[in-house]
């Protein structure tokens, strides 16, 4: 069965340092997502993608997170300048074509420390 | 706005004996509404989902769920609990109408199964 895949499975960086996360949806696949999980707390939106574009962004996305789909395979989200409060669990996520009903699969996550 | 709660954030049952998470959604259209489970150090996985056909849901592993509409609920149910059901599960509402909608998950709710 097709599965999201993301890597590094955890990641520890210096506050102030670029961090890249990796993510390969499931192919032909057309929506992705990065979403959060600050530990003990819920599961939080960050931004979708599609269409090589941004779709929506949440107010937690600032100007130094960006995400691309560089060659049509991966999904990044870089952090340019992390930050103490950056440390979290980091879930990428694609959807089908078939719309809101259509299932969003998560990947099994990046833990992000931030020292 | 789309908001989901759910009403406990731990619960404690006994192996073999049912299991009932409760979950109340706010929406201002016929939602779409999920379940995920995540178990400890894994990603997010799908139990169930409802998309405006049959009221009642049949997920994995012997889970199901009923949207009420009147009640603006979707509780989680089980006849008989396993010890490998012991996982965080969070109900989860799609939050756009249109196709690509961000998830909006709720705070969580721990259960826990005693031998």
């Known amino acids: 069965e097709p599965e999201v895949t993301q890597t590094p499975s955890h990641q520890v960086t210096q506050m102030g340092q670029e961090v890249i996360l990796r993510c390969v949806p499931i192919?032909?696949?057309?929506?992705f997502y990065w979403y959060r999980q600050i530990l003990g707390q819920k599961v939080e939106f960050l931004v979708s993608f599609y269409n090589n574009e941004i779709s929506e962004k949440s107010e937690i996305f600032d100007d130094q997170f960006s995400v691309e789909r560089p060659d049509g395979s991966n999904f990044t989200l870089k952090i340019r300048s992390t930050k103490l409060e950056d440390s979290a669990m980091y879930f990428c996520?694609?959807?089908?074509?078939?719309?809101?009903?259509?299932?969003?699969?998560f990947g099994p996550g990046t833990r992000l420390t931030v020292l | 706005a789309q908001s989901v709660t759910q009403l406990d954030s731990h619960v404690s049952v006994s192996e073999g004996t049912p299991v009932l998470l409760r979950c109340n959604y706010s929406s201002s259209y016929s939602p779409s509404l999920f379940w995920y489970v995540q178990h400890p150090n894994k990603g997010l996985q799908l139990l169930l989902k409802y998309t405006s056909a049959a009221t009642l849901v049949k997920g994995i592993n012997g889970f199901e769920a009923e949207f009420k509409k009147s009640e603006t609920s979707f509780h989680l149910t089980k006849p008989s609990a396993h010890m490998s059901d012991a996982a965080e599960y969070f109900c989860?509402?799609?939050?756009?109408?249109?196709?690509?909608?961000?998830?909006?998950f709720g705070q969580g709710t721990e259960l826990s199964v005693k031998p």
């Open positions: 996520a694609s959807q089908g074509t078939s719309g809101r009903t259509d299932t969003q699969y």
């Open positions: 989860v509402v799609s939050e756009s109408y249109n196709q690509g909608g961000k998830l909006i």
């Open positions: 192919s032909n696949h057309l929506y």
